[in-house]
């Protein structure tokens, strides 16, 4: 059953304009939300996150938005630089009892100079 | 900054063999797990652990097994390896009830089993 979904496998976007990652889940008991960025051959590195309790959360270029009615939440990039390419994977997690998180199948974003 | 490093960046080995993918992190982390990444699937989590002798298994346990002797080190075994466990495997670390749980990779070690 795969609680986290990221519907779209791949995205390509024009330089300077805006990237937009769409995450779904089905839990409605998630606390945290995360988005993660990955390079080839490295490690995920932490974007930025979002509590249950807030719509959205900015910090610089990046933006994420929540909406608990539509268990969706979206990661917006703007604007969309060359080195934004990458793989990117939403993840959530509850804040007691369970620490994990759980993630999405990964969304691939290429920015096109 | 906090470091996660694994043993092997990249790693060839036989079916059958016994495989040993070891983990450590720096920051004094009480949680500790262990992905594998393959395309298309994301990030499945295969064991993790929130202490020393502690081991909790995650979605895909099935053909591995875990050690973790001291609080920094944190081992993924392979018992007998084969080809499906061709893999990127990636360890992580946390803190217990950390900020919105964030967790901490380390690089990856991309396992080939011929």
């Known amino acids: 059953d795969q609680q986290v979904k990221q519907n779209s496998p791949s995205l390509s976007v024009q330089e300077g304009r805006i990237s937009i990652l769409n995450c779904d889940y089905t839990?409605?008991?998630?606390?945290?939300f995360l988005w993660y960025k990955k390079y080839p051959a490295e490690g995920p590195t932490f974007l930025i996150s979002i509590s249950s309790i807030k719509d959205k959360n900015e910090d610089g270029r990046f933006t994420v938005f929540l909406n608990k009615s539509a268990k969706h939440l979206s990661l917006h990039i703007v604007p969309s630089q060359p080195g934004d390419s990458a793989v990117y994977f939403c993840a959530a997690s509850r804040r007691f009892g369970n620490e994990k998180l759980t993630f999405g199948t990964g969304t691939r974003l290429t920015i096109i100079p | 900054d906090v470091k996660v490093t694994q043993s092997s960046r990249y790693l060839v080995k036989r079916t059958g063999e016994k495989v040993f993918l070891e983990c450590v992190q720096d920051m004094d982390h009480e949680n500790m797990f262990w992905y594998r990444q393959d395309p298309g699937l994301g990030l499945r989590l295969i064991y993790f652990s929130y202490d020393v002798k502690m081991k909790e298994k995650g979605d895909i346990p099935e053909g591995y097994s875990v050690s973790r002797e001291k609080k920094e080190r944190f081992s993924l075994i392979l018992e007998s390896a084969s080809t499906n466990q061709t893999s990127m495997y990636l360890c992580?670390?946390?803190?217990?009830?950390?900020?919105?749980?964030?967790?901490?990779f380390g690089p990856g070690t991309r396992l080939t089993v011929l």
């Open positions: 992580a670390s946390s803190f217990l009830g950390g900020s919105y749980n964030e967790q901490f």
């Open positions: 839990n409605s008991m998630f606390d945290y």
